[in-house]
């Protein structure tokens, strides 16, 4: 005989009651969790849509945190690049009143600091007072194709105490 059969209908129910109990009790403890991480999960929400009702600027402070970045041109096939590159800097020697030698190509590879990407050097020779220098050196910052100045030597000249010999080298990436 099993202990079942043993059993009297008073002891059946007593079990089938505690077993429904116990049921009740692991359902409650696992809707209990449910629900904390579910109360966890709408709290960071809540507090991620802050967040991004914070980064939302209006239109006046958005123009003007995007007049300080810098604008970037990805690279492109090397003569393009090394045309517009050009294009670009003898452009700003131009406003900066700079009369330089023609720009010349530095030879040679540099590592790169983009994988997949060549260092294209360009190499500028002019004679200019210090605020010319100044001003060319502000306005870098908007050429599109520029990585980096890679070197910059400023001499003063031993005949006119005004005047500075600038050697300029300055970088892009080509693909």
């Known amino acids: 005989?099993?202990?079942?059969?043993?059993?009297?209908?008073?002891?059946?129910?007593?079990?089938?009651?505690?077993a429904v109990g116990v049921a009740a009790i692991l359902v409650?403890?696992?809707?209990?969790?449910g629900y904390e991480r579910w109360n966890n999960a709408k709290q960071q929400s809540q507090e991620l849509k802050t967040k991004l009702d914070n980064i939302d600027l209006d239109k006046a402070k958005r123009s003007g945190l995007t007049s300080i970045v810098p604008v970037f041109q990805m690279p492109i096939e090397r003569e393009t690049q090394r045309f517009l590159f050009r294009?670009?800097?003898?452009?700003?020697l131009r406003n900066a009143r700079i009369n330089s030698l023609p720009?010349?190509?530095?030879?040679g590879t540099a590592k790169t600091p983009v994988p997949g990407y060549e260092?294209?050097?360009?190499?500028c020779?002019?004679?200019?007072?210090?605020?010319?220098?100044?001003?060319l050196l502000a306005?870098?910052?908007?050429?599109?194709?520029?990585?980096?100045?890679?070197?910059?030597?400023?001499?003063?000249d031993t005949r006119n105490q005004q005047q500075f010999d600038l050697d300029l080298t300055v970088s892009t990436l080509v693909k």
């Open 28 to 33: 409650l403890l696992i809707s209990l969790e």
């Open 1 to 18: 005989m099993t202990i079942i059969n043993k059993l009297n209908q008073k002891d059946i129910r007593a079990l089938k009651t505690g």
């Open 139 to 156: 306005n870098l910052k908007d050429n599109p194709y520029l990585v980096g100045i890679e070197e910059m030597r400023i001499k003063k």
């Open 119 to 123: 260092l294209l050097r360009m190499k």
């Open 87 to 92: 294009d670009r800097l003898n452009e700003q």
């Open 125 to 135: 020779n002019a004679q200019c007072n210090f605020g010319q220098v100044l001003q």
């Open 103 to 107: 720009l010349q190509e530095v030879p």
